[in-house]
């Protein structure tokens, strides 16, 4: 038997972080997390099942051309799939061809988007329908987190409650036009993964702190959401930003995420507020900088990050629907 589907999964930007994992095996956090999901930045992955097949096929999209990936890309997705053949019960391989459309490195979420991607393109080639629930708990078992969210559209909280369960929509991307401007200051792959990231957290002593300050900052960002207020929700997504990063530096070893441009276009977002824009920053395991800001004003923070000789390249993204299949398969 052999089916095919193409899912399109986009990464997602966290306002509440998930940083440190509660259970690797299962990848539960300590802590509920918040995000929106982006409509730019996205994997597509085309998977087709064959039952007759000895091993998996796994193809990366490199430079617009579907080549064999990299051992340690495979290797993730290889384990994946071995996960979602004993949650279908089916035998025989995958051929998996996937691809980002948005620069490798750049500081975006790719393995929430492309393992979102994969498991809603394996359920759809096997014809097992998921619920946003299932699909989420799926997702989550790649071992990333963040692609619990990636499943969904809009605002979005995981997990729902218990620290267990799935991914739930706060609001649709619709409620509130909300823009990513990513300045991204650094496309060198990161020295420090999010997963060592997440299992050194505990370690901190800034840890307890920021876990006993969460209840608080994850109610006023559910609230700023509601009211659509930027001013409410800006303060906390830099204030859980910076706390993240000072857990990073002070875990044991430190993790080292910034650098110097890192520093500078913090400078510069601060500056463009007394300017009179309402643009507010957050930064995920790496240097880069995500700006947060109401979209109509996303083309003037856009110009002046350009501006600024530390930005190697800016890249702007939206609120978006959620994932989706289609047809347009690659390869
Ligand atoms: O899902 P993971 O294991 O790649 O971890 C994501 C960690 C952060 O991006 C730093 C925060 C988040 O919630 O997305």
């Known amino acids: 038997m052999s089916g095919k589907a193409t899912a399109v999964a986009p990464s997602n930007i966290a306002f509440i972080k998930y940083w440190g994992t509660r259970d690797v095996d299962k990848t539960l956090p300590y802590n ?68 980002n459309s948005f620069p490798t490195g750049a500081g975006m979420a790719s393995s929430a988007s492309g393992f979102a991607a994969l498991t809603l393109a394996v359920a759809a080639a096997l014809e097992r329908p998921l619920t946003e629930s299932e699909a989420s708990l799926l997702s989550r078992s790649s071992g990333s987190g963040s692609a619990a969210r990636s499943v969904l559209g809009g605002y979005v909280e995981w997990p729902d409650d218990g620290l267990e369960g799935p991914a739930t929509r706060l609001a649709p991307a619709d409620h509130w036009a909300l823009s ?106 790496g240097p880069n900088i995500h700006v947060i800001c109401p979209t109509a004003q996303e083309g003037d923070v856009a110009t002046a990050l350009r501006e600024m000789a530390e930005t190697e390249m800016v890249i702007t993204d939206r609120v978006g629907d959620g994932p989706y299949l289609t047809e347009d398969h690659l390869g």
């Not at 091993?55 to 051992?71: S, V, Y």
């Not at 930003?241 to 601060?270: F, K």
Request: net charge negative; glycine share 6%.
């Open 180 to 285: 990513d401007v990513v300045a991204v200051v650094s496309s060198r792959e990161k020295d420090v993964s999010s997963r060592e990231g997440h299992r050194r957290a505990p370690g901190s002593p800034m840890w307890e702190g920021r876990l006993e300050a969460l209840p608080e900052r994850l109610r006023r960002v559910r609230e700023a959401i509601a009211d659509r207020s930027i001013d409410d929700l800006g303060p906390v997504i830099e204030g859980e930003a910076l706390d993240l990063h000072l857990i990073a530096m002070s875990s044991r070893p430190p993790i080292l995420y910034w650098t110097a441009e890192t520093i500078a276009v913090l400078r510069r977002v601060r500056e463009l507020r007394e300017e009179g824009l309402d643009a507010y920053s957050t930064i995920d395991a």
């Open 32 to 99: 509920p997390s918040i995000s929106m999901t982006l409509s730019e930045c996205v994997s597509r992955c085309t998977v087709e099942h064959d039952s007759t097949l000895a091993a998996n096929e796994i193809l990366l999209l490199t430079d617009g051309r579907l080549e064999p990936a990299p051992q340690q890309f495979a290797a993730g997705i290889e384990r994946h799939l071995e996960r979602l053949k004993v949650w279908a019960a089916v035998e025989g391989a995958f051929r998996v061809a996937t691809g």
